[in-house]
């Protein structure tokens, strides 16, 4: 299963873009890279998933480097309220055809200052 | 729309009891989940559905069971409680080829 790495923390001052990065150097050519982030005591909310191009959404960037060895998030103008812990997660290739579950690690912390 | 919801949000027990945790989903999904959480820790799975009557073992299953008896509801049993099932406990759903959408989340404490 491939395996990814973040920063435990980051800060962030308000207004500015948020870079968040992940290193997933095992990963194989038929998975996605997710980003989910969690918010103190709310379930983990869905942000952006993308294979191979750069995406976007009303939420936030992913690029994706040509390798696919590493990503990045970024927040345009982060907010107090985009504090939180970020998880990249690569989605698992079902054994059997059952279902593409997440692994979840630890992630980054990042914290927007006033 | 309500989404994902946890029932209950929180409860306490005593060493040995049984309780089961609720989680319902409106939008249809295909796919539940049940992942705990741990301090300093990430999510980790502990058993999942892919359809009505049928469920799976994740990462972390033992201590627990899972029935998915309609499509709405996937239900988690703690048939024997004990202290290294406190947690906080989530539930996801999801179609196939989609985002996972979750739960805010049941903390059990067990004593």
């Known amino acids: 299963d491939a395996k990814t790495t973040q920063p435990p923390s980051m800060d962030c001052a308000e207004g500015r873009a948020a870079n968040l990065p992940c290193n997933h150097s095992?990963?194989?050519?038929?998975?996605?890279v997710y980003w989910y982030r969690q918010i103190h005591s709310q379930g983990p909310q869905y942000i952006i998933h993308?294979?191979?191009n750069n995406e976007t959404n009303e939420m936030a960037s992913l690029i994706i480097t040509e390798d696919r060895k590493s990503s990045t998030l970024i927040l345009p103008h982060a907010t107090l309220r985009d504090t939180a812990v970020y998880y990249c997660?690569?989605?698992?290739?079902?054994?059997?055809?059952?279902?593409?579950?997440?692994?979840f690690g630890t992630g980054t912390l990042l914290a927007v200052q006033p | 729309n309500a989404g994902v919801t946890q029932t209950p949000k929180f409860r306490v027990l005593k060493t040995g009891q049984s309780m089961t945790l609720l989680c319902a989903q409106d939008?249809?999904?295909?796919?539940m989940y049940w992942y705990r959480q741990d301090p300093g820790m990430g999510l980790r799975l502990i058993h999942y559905?892919?359809?009505?009557?049928?469920?799976a073992k994740g990462e972390v299953p033992d201590g627990y069971n899972v029935s998915r008896l309609k499509k709405q509801n996937f239900l988690l049993g703690l048939e024997s409680a004990a202290p290294s099932q406190t947690s906080v406990y989530f539930c996801?759903?999801?179609?196939?080829?989609?985002?996972?959408?979750f739960g805010d989340g049941t903390r059990l404490s067990i004593l």
């Open positions: 997660i690569v989605r698992v290739p079902p054994p059997g055809g059952a279902t593409n579950k997440l692994i």
């Open positions: 559905s892919v359809g009505e009557g049928t469920t």
């Open positions: 993308g294979l191979k």
């Open positions: 939008m249809n999904h295909e796919y």
């Open positions: 996801a759903s999801k179609q196939p080829n989609q985002p996972q959408h």
């Open positions: 095992t990963i194989s050519g038929n998975e996605y």
